[in-house]
C-alpha cells in the first residue's frame, strides 16, 4: 500500500510538473516575442471586453491554435492582431462571419470578417496574416481563478502555487523519509546492542554455570578423599 502511494504521487508531480511547464514555457513565449512566437503553436489569451458574451466572459482564458487559413470557416472563433482604426495594434477574439478569397494574393490569401456576438457592427475586415489561431476552447481552471482573484495575472498564480506546494510537499516527503531512515539506523543500533547484551548475559551465565561445576566437582573430590 505504501509503494502504492509513492507512486501515486509520483504520477501527480508529474502532470503538475508537465502542466506547470508547459503554462510557463508558453505565457514567457508570448511575453519575449510579443505574442510573435508560439509553443507548438499554441497561445494563450486573457479576454478582456464583453464582446464574445455569453461565449466567452471577461477573465476567461482561451486556449489558441495556429491553423492554416484554407481550414478556417464561418462560426470559427480566432483570435488576430488589429491593424485599422480602433482595432489597431489590438488583440481581438471575434467570430468569422465571412470568408472570401483575396483579389490581390500580395495582401493575403483570404479577406476574412469577424464580429463579437455581443456587438451590432462587425469588425474591419483582416486577412490570414493577422490571425493567430483558433480558439480551442477555454481553460476552466484559469477562468475560474480569474473571476476569484479579479485579475489578467492569475495565470501565474496557477504555476507559483502549485509549483511552492510541490516544492513544500517535496520537503515534507523528504524530511520524512529522513526521520525513517534515521529510526531505522536506530533500530538497527538498538538490535545489535540487545544482541552484545544478550552475547554478555550468556556469556555471563555461562561463567556462573562453570562455577558451579567446578564447585560441585571439588566437593565430590572432597568427600572421596
Known amino acids: 500500500m505504501k509503494k502504492f502511494f509513492k507512486l501515486l504521487y509520483v504520477l501527480i508531480k508529474f502532470i503538475v510538473w508537465t502542466f506547470v511547464i508547459g503554462l510557463l514555457a508558453i505565457i514567457l513565449t508570448q511575453r519575449i516575442s510579443n505574442n510573435k512566437k508560439a509553443i507548438a503553436g499554441f497561445r494563450i489569451f486573457t479576454v478582456v471586453t464583453e464582446s464574445m458574451v455569453p461565449v466567452y466572459n471577461v477573465g476567461d482564458a482561451i486556449l489558441v491554435q495556429q491553423i492554416d487559413a484554407e481550414k478556417l470557416k464561418v462560426g470559427d472563433d480566432v483570435t488576430y492582431i488589429g491593424a485599422v482604426d ?3 495594434d489590438r488583440i481581438v477574439t471575434h467570430r468569422i462571419i465571412s470568408k472570401e478569397k483575396s483579389e490581390n494574393p500580395e495582401k ?4 476574412i470578417q469577424t464580429q463579437g456576438v455581443a456587438n451590432d457592427e ?3 475586415k483582416i486577412n490570414e496574416t493577422q490571425i493567430y489561431g483558433k480558439v480551442l ?3 476552466k481552471i484559469i477562468s475560474k481563478i480569474n473571476g476569484v482573484i479579479g485579475n489578467l ?3 501565474y498564480f496557477i504555476i507559483i502555487v502549485p509549483m511552492a506546494f510541490m516544492i513544500f510537499f517535496d520537503f515534507i516527503v523528504q524530511r520524512k523519509e529522513d526521520d525513517e531512515e534515521i529510526d531505522d539506523e536506530d533500530d538497527k543500533k538498538e538490535k545489535l546492542e540487545n544482541k552484545d547484551i544478550d552475547k554478555e548475559e550468556k556469556a555471563r551465565k555461562e561463567k556462573r554455570k562453570n562455577r558451579r561445576n567446578r564447585r560441585r ?3 565430590k573430590k572432597d568427600n572421596l578423599e
Open 86 to 88: 480602433s482595432f489597431k
Open 108 to 111: 493575403g490569401k483570404y479577406i
Open 122 to 124: 462587425p469588425d474591419p
Open 137 to 139: 476552447y477555454k481553460i
Open 153 to 155: 495575472y492569475s495565470m
Open 217 to 219: 566437582n571439588r566437593r
